[in-house]
């Protein structure tokens, strides 16, 4: 009996002793500086980097670039992306090198005679690729507030592009998977048209040569020079329309972020072009009035309550939001107060809103928006928040090989036919619709948070149109249920986005008896289509003013600093 009750006793001690680990889990801690981005290789040279005295802006620049070397799959010189940055003076901003489309495009150039779309017209191949926007990003960047010489910057990641980066596991899977996709896009086989395994080292000689030549000429190399020629050649001759003139006229924008409080965080997010910041805004001040934590963490009424915010924030999304050099958006009537309480009037905790039975909300228009995030905290205070895509996975999978990088198909963020969904099952309306030159809306946020006036938090994540309530998520799991930063970013995740009408969680995350009792009350819940929701990384400033990174478990993501 004695050992009955020893044994009992053990088995209390050790399962209490593994939820604390857990409860307390943290990640990487350091005391100066951090970088926490999708790959080891690119966070340790951002880190290095902030080493040698750079700032988080040459850190910016060092671990874009690396990513596109190391992390092919989303890291990108063919994409664009948006930062949202906060000084150490308090200083807040936000560049957007989203890209644009070609001045060729017109707006039904996805459709057919009979007026609908083509498939895979805007997602694989040289047609869906839009202006790239990455390079002039990072070096208007790096331009505006980075210290150190662009040589030191990007020697580090020349080196790793020739000595190359080993495979992991899983981008082996990701390679083989899209084998198909390689071949349909490209003419010719590319450096990924072959089974890549684990732990083989992939050396990027051509990449190598790119990046030299843009070192030494600047970002009018990728865009005026050599570079810009063989693009415009390579993408013509798969069947695209950008131009040399498109590539030469291409110019990133210093936008406005948006801002606005939660409790007593202060949060700065991504403007138009991307929805992030809006939508993050609107359903994070819809669920504002709600005890969250006292409802519980991932609780069934925490649950209906972001899932009924999100769906009324994604209403709006398609409808109002799109690129604000050409379309009016009502950015600040979509977020105030009184429209987001009027906009969760309706909800009930009986029953599910049916999408069909909404849409977004009125709102007077006064005449007068697979990718990868990484987070940087600098050891001078200053933070930067970067989230970069090719939009899929290895984007149109258009390969130039003579460059050494693959194209984007971003051109799909855009609404090609008005309710008709995109890759992400988005449906976008007027606003989002094609013209030359326009930036697709895009769901990036970017979002760096303060507390008490001083920086608190960090974060951003890929994963289409689930990167702003994954965002959200994160941010509520810190605030609301004090989870240790890494702890905050590996909690399992759901997503509501209006259309489709479905809560779509993480397999195997949820209880059973909570997803018959949303069931019961109308919801559909999807548990099939999304293995992963968003692949967050962060960095959370600790009361002690040390940093703590939360690299998602999800991928192969990792923190480092010093
Ligand atoms: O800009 C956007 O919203 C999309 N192109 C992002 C793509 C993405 O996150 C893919 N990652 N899984």
Same mark, same amino acid.
């Given at each position: 009996?004695?050992k009955?009750i020893l044994v009992i006793?053990?088995s209390?001690?050790?399962f209490t002793?593994k939820?604390?680990t857990?409860n307390?889990?943290?990640?990487?801690?350091?005391?100066h500086a951090?970088v926490?981005?999708?790959?080891?290789?690119a966070?340790k040279?951002?880190?290095v980097i902030m080493?040698q005295?750079?700032?988080?802006?040459?850190?910016?620049?060092?671990?874009?670039?690396?990513l596109?070397?190391?992390?092919?799959?989303a890291?990108n010189l063919?994409?664009?992306g948006?930062?949202?940055y906060?000084l150490e003076?308090g200083?807040i901003g936000?560049? &957007?090198?989203?890209? =644009?489309?070609?001045? +060729?495009?017109?707006?039904?150039?996805?459709l057919?005679?009979? *007026?609908?779309? !083509?498939?895979?017209l805007?997602?694989r191949?040289?047609?869906?690729v839009g202006?790239?926007?990455?390079?002039?990003?990072?070096?208007?960047?790096?331009k505006?507030?980075?210290?150190?010489?662009i040589?030191?910057i990007?020697k580090p990641?020349i080196?790793?592009a020739?000595?190359?980066?080993?495979?992991?596991?899983?981008?082996?899977l990701r390679?083989a998977?899209?084998?198909?996709d390689f071949?349909?896009?490209?003419k010719e086989?590319?450096l990924f048209?072959?089974?890549?395994?684990?732990?083989?080292t992939?050396?990027?000689?051509?990449l190598a040569e790119?990046l030299?030549r843009?070192m030494?000429?600047?970002? &009018?190399e990728?865009y =005026?020079?050599?570079? +810009?020629r063989?693009l415009a050649?390579h993408?013509?001759e798969? *069947?695209?329309? !950008?131009t040399?003139e498109?590539?030469?006229?291409?110019k990133p924008?210093?936008?406005?972020?948006?801002t606005f409080?939660?409790?007593?965080?202060n949060?700065i997010?991504?403007?138009?072009?991307?929805?992030?910041?809006i939508?993050?805004?609107q359903i994070?001040?819809m669920?504002e009035p709600?005890d969250?934590?006292?409802?519980g963490?991932?609780s069934?009424?925490?649950?209906?309550?972001?899932?009924?915010a999100?769906r009324?924030a994604y209403?709006?999304?398609s409808f109002?939001?799109?690129?604000?050099?050409f379309v009016?958006i009502?950015?600040?009537q979509l977020?105030t107060?009184?429209?987001?309480?009027d906009?969760?009037?309706?909800f009930?905790?009986e029953? +599910?809103?049916k999408s069909?039975?909404l849409?977004?909300g009125?709102?007077?228009? !006064?005449?007068s928006?697979?990718t990868?995030h990484y987070?940087i905290v600098?050891?001078?205070g200053n933070?930067?928040?970067?989230?970069t895509?090719?939009?899929?996975?290895f984007?149109?999978?258009l390969?130039c090989?003579?460059?050494g990088?693959f194209?984007n198909?971003?051109?799909?963020d855009?609404?090609?036919?008005p309710g008709?969904?995109?890759?992400?099952?988005?449906?976008g309306?007027e606003?989002?619709?094609?013209?030359?030159?326009?930036?697709?809306?895009s769901?990036?946020?970017?979002?760096i948070?303060?507390?008490?006036?001083?920086?608190?938090?960090v974060?951003?994540?890929p994963g289409?149109s689930?990167?702003?309530?994954?965002?959200?998520?994160?941010i509520?799991n810190v605030?609301e249920y004090?989870s240790?930063?890494q702890?905050?970013?590996?909690?399992?995740r759901f997503?509501h986005?209006?259309?489709?009408d479905?809560?779509?969680?993480?397999?195997?995350?949820?209880s059973s008896?909570?997803?018959h009792?949303l069931?019961?009350?109308?919801y559909?819940i999807?548990?099939?289509?999304?293995?992963?929701?968003g692949?967050?990384?962060a960095?959370l400033v600790?009361?002690d003013?040390s940093?703590?990174?939360g690299?998602?478990r999800?991928?192969d993501?990792e923190?480092?600093g010093?």
């Amino acid at each position: 009996m004695k050992k009955y009750i020893l044994v009992i006793l053990l088995s209390i001690l050790v399962f209490t002793c593994k939820k604390e680990t857990k409860n307390n889990r943290q990640g990487l801690v350091t005391k100066h500086a951090m970088v926490v981005s999708a790959r080891e290789e690119a966070s340790k040279i951002g880190s290095v980097i902030m080493k040698q005295g750079g700032n988080a802006f040459d850190a910016m620049l060092a671990t874009d670039l690396a990513l596109a070397v190391a992390y092919p799959y989303a890291g990108n010189l063919g994409g664009g992306g948006f930062m949202v940055y906060r000084l150490e003076n308090g200083e807040i901003g936000a560049l &957007d090198y989203r890209e =644009k489309a070609p001045l +060729a495009a017109s707006k039904n150039m996805y459709l057919d005679s009979l *007026g609908n779309v !083509i498939p895979n017209l805007s997602t694989r191949g040289a047609l869906a690729v839009g202006v790239p926007g990455t390079v002039a990003g990072t070096f208007e960047a790096h331009k505006r507030f980075g210290k150190l010489p662009i040589e030191t910057i990007m020697k580090p990641v020349i080196e790793l592009a020739k000595k190359g980066v080993k495979v992991t596991q899983k981008q082996e899977l990701r390679i083989a998977e899209k084998q198909e996709d390689f071949i349909i896009a490209n003419k010719e086989p590319i450096l990924f048209s072959r089974a890549w395994k684990e732990n083989d080292t992939i050396k990027y000689n051509n990449l190598a040569e790119t990046l030299t030549r843009i070192m030494k000429n600047g970002p &009018d190399e990728f865009y =005026k020079g050599k570079t +810009a020629r063989i693009l415009a050649k390579h993408i013509q001759e798969n *069947g695209g329309i !950008i131009t040399e003139e498109d590539l030469a006229s291409y110019k990133p924008k210093w936008r406005k972020p948006i801002t606005f409080t939660y409790d007593d965080l202060n949060i700065i997010s991504m403007s138009p072009p991307s929805s992030g910041g809006i939508c993050l805004a609107q359903i994070m001040k819809m669920i504002e009035p709600y005890d969250l934590h006292e409802l519980g963490h991932n609780s069934e009424k925490a649950i209906q309550i972001i899932t009924e915010a999100e769906r009324r924030a994604y209403a709006d999304r398609s409808f109002y939001l799109g690129d604000p050099d050409f379309v009016n958006i009502p950015q600040e009537q979509l977020i105030t107060n009184s429209y987001l309480q009027d906009r969760m009037k309706d909800f009930s905790f009986e029953k +599910a809103t049916k999408s069909e039975a909404l849409a977004h909300g009125k709102v007077e228009i !006064i005449e007068s928006n697979e990718t990868t995030h990484y987070s940087i905290v600098d050891a001078f205070g200053n933070a930067v928040a970067v989230t970069t895509t090719l939009n899929s996975g290895f984007g149109s999978k258009l390969f130039c090989e003579e460059l050494g990088f693959f194209l984007n198909n971003e051109m799909d963020d855009f609404s090609s036919k008005p309710g008709v969904p995109n890759v992400y099952g988005l449906v976008g309306a007027e606003a989002n619709s094609i013209l030359p030159q326009k930036r697709m809306l895009s769901s990036m946020t970017p979002t760096i948070i303060e507390k008490n006036g001083k920086l608190h938090m960090v974060v951003g994540s890929p994963g289409g149109s689930t990167i702003i309530t994954s965002v959200m998520q994160t941010i509520l799991n810190v605030h609301e249920y004090n989870s240790s930063m890494q702890e905050a970013v590996n909690l399992p995740r759901f997503h509501h986005q209006w259309l489709p009408d479905e809560i779509r969680m993480e397999p195997y995350s949820f209880s059973s008896k909570m997803i018959h009792n949303l069931e019961q009350k109308g919801y559909l819940i999807n548990e099939k289509d999304s293995p992963i929701i968003g692949k967050v990384d962060a960095i959370l400033v600790l009361e002690d003013g040390s940093l703590e990174g939360g690299a998602d478990r999800r991928g192969d993501d990792e923190a480092s600093g010093f």
